[in-house]
């Protein structure tokens, strides 16, 4: 398999290694959550519009998780 595919600007797209890409995306998801929590607590954004946005988890209690 070759790796030495082009974008658009010419720069060749590395392939990222899976456990660095997991971590970035559960950084970037962490980051996200408190943004939101932040936002929701300081009446930035309303529950109903996380809600029409965003599909929200349950913990291991039940309770909705941010």
Do not use: W
């Not at 600007?9 to 997991?22: C, F, K, L, N, Y």
């Not at 009446?43 to 929200?56: D, F, H, K, Q, Y």
Request: hydrophobic content about 40%.
């Amino acid at each position: 398999m070759r790796y030495d595919y082009h974008n658009k600007s010419g720069r060749p797209i590395i392939p990222v290694d899976p456990a660095v890409e997991r971590e970035q995306l559960i950084a970037a998801n962490q980051a996200f959550a408190a943004a939101l929590k932040q936002a929701l607590q300081c009446g930035a954004e309303t529950s109903g519009g996380v809600l029409a946005t965003v599909i929200p988890k349950r913990g291991k209690n039940g309770i909705l998780a941010l």
